[in-house]
């Protein structure tokens, strides 16, 4: 546990990640600026400070600490968590009024809003996770089931609490707003209790993993590598609850990246040089499903109590560890042959590979549609020839279903790739959202097949 506290975690928990973000919040700043109202120019202006800010504290905080060679306190996993949580609190009920004040033929995507949560999540579970390490450093047992139960009697009786405020609510003649802002503050310090327990939990489980590591990783690998990802993925298909998954490829490469880790690990450093290239390709795919599933881990850790299928929701969380711990078992031995910075550049290209022809793929849709409306306007005949009308189609197809999803507003993704959606939106659309006008337009002048587009 005491590699989790190394403070050069911050670094790629928070550093990167808002740097990431503030550039998107920049760019879309930039974009949207002149058709923004003051108060809501106002209103971005105030929270791309603040998180400019607490982004700088976090970098200065984590670069001493790398000095001195310490790891993070417990100061610091409270302070960090308390300011994240308020600040995603505030956003969320503030956000509403940081749109634009009419619609024009292009309007901006509710995916934009999507991005606060997903780039500081990271941080939020890094800062709660070290708070309970600190907490339980000192305590010699922990009753795995204990915590485990107290993880469903907490949500329990939190909903049942909910249902009799509810009910006296409106006798009682209680403010709506300060009751919604009361329960939702009362939501949050519940999520936290329970999330407490289920982490406080799992610590003697995770333990006992690594204690007799050598001798069932096999076993380990075989389920969390290959057979679960499979099912996951299947059964994700039949029923489409955590996203659209139904891609050949996406279950390729998740056999691919099983395999890749029950491959034996000889001592031939060409050899493990091509292993840890592989295995540093397929995190990304490791990493993109482990991003997806973290709002769901609560329900995945009461899914094995019930059922057992929960399981499958924890799979990425668990997958991740055992790729991260193969790929620093390659590191150290290859470092015997090549230097850090040499492996560190090897790990980062590798790493990129998959998002890298991700976003090749969207530039080509982005050509595709600009290239057309740019036909529309000037009726070049030139540009209308050298239009991929297949990929027009396929992207027409995506943005159509992207703006159908976000008119339903539901809270599970249905028909929604998650992550790839919104990046999609940002590198084709520019985070704008294209009226049905034009998209109507463009496929009757290209003569789209309308069922395609569905």
Known sequence: MKKILNSKWIFIVNTIPSVVLLLLWSKQFRLVKSMLKPENTKLWLIFGSILIVLTILHFAYALYKTLKKQG??????GISLFLYIAYLYSYANICEYMGLFYKPPFILSKDIFSYMNFFLMPSLMYSFVTLVIHITKNQKTQKMWINLLASIIIPS??????????DYQRPLAIDSYFFGYTIQIFIIVCALAFFFFVVQGLFPFAR?????WEYSQTMWKIL????FPQIGLALNVAFGIFGDFNNKWIFIIALITGITLLLPKLKN???????????????????YFFLIFIPFIPFGVIGILIVGLGILVLTPSILLIIHSHEILKDFKFLNDFFSKKILFGIATISFLVIPLCITKNYLDDRKALNTALEYIKNLDDTKKQSINTETLQKTIKKIERNKKRLKTNNILYEKRTPILDIYFNWIVLDNLEPSDGILNHVKFIFKLDDESSL
């Open 72 to 77: 993070v306190s417990i100061w610091y996993s």
């Open 208 to 212: 006992n993993i690594i204690k007799d």
């Open 269 to 287: 450093k060409i050899y493990r040089l091509f292993l840890f290239i592989l295995k540093c390709t397929t995190l990304a795919y490791t990493t």
């Open 157 to 166: 009786l939190a909903l049942i609490l909910l249902i009799l405020v509810e």
């Open 224 to 227: 969390f590598g290959i057979f």
